[in-house]
């Protein structure tokens, strides 16, 4: 779900513009073309009933957490849930990219990270998210894409199986993308020991915009088992369920406030905000619990 904007309840993650609307021109052709193109792969991959997601296809693992707000959170930061200290029970989501389930290596361990607190109020635009709110973010500090009009061209691609054609046909600032993409995506060890970016800004409070991160505290990386031979077509998962049987995981949840419209700029999601003019402050702990997720059963929960 996608929170409104409310000051004293919830920080707002709702993209607007410099100019303080909410869309771009053109912008539901677009989404349009992006649900499309979307449809039209389930239809051709899928069977009824069988259906999985159109992207970050690939479930890792869906585990259980807490989200612990800290109480050093400085004042201009303090919104929604993060105006007091609090603990919210949450799940999180590992996954790979999609919209297919190819094993881990083969997608250089892309990672992605999904969290869902529990308990929390405030106005929603969902009717099923009522007391829900989600964090989504992914292991590139950019997004593929600059915005939604080149998001439906990439889309457009995707479904036909021609994704790289995209950088290579859209104009030299695409193919710029391409290459950062490919230096940012680092082959990943575990989804517990990988950091993500929310990659585009939202809502921090009335007018002011932030981007967030997800980071390990540890710097602890593991052998991937087998490479360069033999690799688990599920070595995320696999490294996961083993870190998590012997004990806890815990991530900073960090926040950069923009301070400069011009080099951090809103509606262009392949701009990496620079930390020199905002750095990334801890406003809470993310602690996955000890548990045994890698069960039929929490997986099923997982495509439901």
Request: with cysteine.
């Amino acid at each position: 779900s996608v929170p409104i904007g409310n000051e004293d309840l919830l920080p707002g993650f709702q993209s607007v513009n410099a100019d303080g609307q909410n869309t771009l021109p053109n912008e539901e052709a677009s989404l349009d073309s992006i649900v499309e193109s979307f449809a039209s792969y389930m239809r051709q991959n899928y069977r009824a009933g069988e259906y999985q997601r159109g992207g970050n296809t690939k479930t890792h693992g869906i585990v259980r957490a807490e989200f612990i707000v800290r109480d050093d959170v400085p004042e201009h930061m303090r919104k929604g849930v993060f105006k007091t200290p609090n603990t919210f029970r949450a799940w999180v989501r590992f996954s790979g990219p999609g919209p297919d389930m190819p094993d881990d290596i083969n997608d250089v361990g892309f990672a992605s990270c999904a969290i869902k607190l529990m308990g929390v109020e405030g106005e929603k635009l969902m009717e099923d998210e009522k007391r829900t709110q989600d964090f989504i973010s992914v292991s590139t500090p950019t997004f593929v894409t600059p915005d939604i009009h080149s998001n439906a061209k990439l889309q457009a691609h995707v479904l036909r199986g021609t994704p790289v054609f995209y950088f290579f046909t859209t104009g030299f600032s695409h193919f710029l993308d391409f290459l950062m993409q490919g230096l940012w995506n680092e082959t990943q060890t575990s989804p517990l020991e990988a950091r993500y970016w929310s990659c585009v800004p939202y809502l921090l409070g009335e007018g002011q915009a932030m981007m967030y991160s997800v980071k390990p505290k540890s710097s602890e990386r593991s052998w991937i088992p087998g490479i360069p031979f033999r690799t688990s077509k599920n070595y995320m998962r696999e490294q996961m369920a083993d870190a998590l049987s012997k004990g806890e995981s815990e991530f900073d949840f960090m926040i950069q406030v923009q301070t400069d419209p011009h080099r951090m700029p809103i509606e262009d999601a392949g701009v990496r905000w620079p930390e020199k003019l905002s750095p990334f402050v801890p406003v809470a702990t993310l602690r996955i619990l000890k548990q045994e997720f890698d069960t039929d059963a929490q997986f099923k929960f997982g495509d439901n």
